[in-house]
Every structure is written in C-alpha cells, then in structure tokens.
C-alpha cells in the first residue's frame, strides 16, 4: 500500500469501472523495535528472543520499503541524566532555510533535492567523476539498488547544502552512505544476508 504513494507522491485508488489518482506527497517517520522484546543491540538490558525470532521480526519490513526510506537510523535509550550537548532548534531551522534556499536558487523554483528530477540533479548536484564511481562502487559492493544511488546522490547534496558548500565534499557523501546504512540487526536481512522525506 506504501510503495506506490512513497514512489509516485500520488495514491490510485481503483473501483469498478473507475481509477482515480490524488496527490499523496508526505513524510513518512516510522519506527520499530529492533525485535519482538525490543532489547537487541541494548547496552542496558538482555534480549530473550532467538537469532531466528529477530530475523522473523524484522523480515516483516519488507526490502522495496527499506529501499524507499531516505535513511534508517538506529537510536540508542538515554538516561534523563546523561547531558547532551547539540544544537539548538533554533540554529538547526536557520540551517535548514538557508539549505532551502540554495535549492530554489539551483532550481529556479520551488523544488528541493528530495524531489527535482534525477536528470536536474545530476546536473546540477556538483559530483565529480571521482565520486560517481565511489557511489557505483559502493552501491556494488552492498548490492544497493539503483533507487538507493539515487537516494544517496540527494542525501550528500543536502548534507553540503546545509554545510554551505555549492560543491560536494568527499566527507558529506561518506556521511550518506552512512545515513543509508540499516543498522546492525537490519544488516542481516536481504541482500546482505540479513526511514521519506
């Protein structure tokens, strides 16, 4: 049910003799556990479930939607005690208007990295060679789909929009690649033996 609207921006719906398609642009935030106790990978408590119950549970995400997400992260709890030192919201909306702003100028209009046409991307995106053949082999390597190049091309540019930078540093794209990385009790799903904006 996810795939199409996450793809497209649109969901059709058909009935009977009818199809009818509406705008269906979002962003899509989810979450889960990493297993059915909800302990795996925790520093704090120990995981129950079996290495086959972790696996069965996280096969329930199905890979065409890990694919779609932008990226997965994998959270770690915090006591209420522990400081955490981090931006402000405030700075980070500063940072994020400004990034916005570099978009319209390098498209002209009101769209962003996350949805500009692939061919206005990589015109306009700053990669060198170099690069491409980085994301090439990568994407080889960990038997990334063309989807997830795709994706990791818009995440490095916004990286360094946000960094400022009208070029792409090696170090925002070694920071997508990170970003699309599943975390650990992922990793053993799908191809390598087994989060929309």
Not at 38 to 64: A, D, I
Not at 87 to 97: G, L, N, P, V
Not at 103 to 122: A, I, P
Request: with cysteine.
């Amino acid at each position: 049910m996810l795939r199409q609207p996450m793809e497209s921006g649109e969901v059709t719906i058909s009935r009977v003799k009818q199809t009818v398609s509406y705008p269906a642009s979002f962003t899509l935030i989810a979450a889960t556990n990493p297993c059915p106790c909800g302990y795996y990978g925790s520093h704090e408590r120990y995981c129950t479930c079996s290495s086959k119950q972790v696996t069965n549970y996280q096969l329930k995400v199905s890979g065409p939607i890990l694919d779609r997400l932008d990226f997965v992260l994998s959270l770690q709890s915090s006591g209420l005690k522990e400081k955490i030192t981090s931006e402000s919201s405030e700075d980070i909306r500063k940072r994020i208007a400004k990034a916005r702003k570099l978009q319209r100028v390098r498209y002209g209009n009101d769209l962003c990295n996350g949805t500009v046409s692939f061919q206005q991307l990589e015109r306009t995106a700053g990669f060198t060679a170099e690069q491409l053949n980085i994301i090439g082999d990568v994407c080889f390597e960990r038997k990334w789909s063309n989807r997830t190049q795709v994706k990791l091309i818009r995440i490095a540019r916004t990286i360094s929009d946000l960094q400022e930078r009208p070029d792409i540093s090696m170090e925002a794209l070694e920071e997508a690649i990170k970003w699309k990385q599943l975390p650990t009790g992922l990793q053993t799903i799908g191809g390598e033996g087994a989060v929309q904006t």
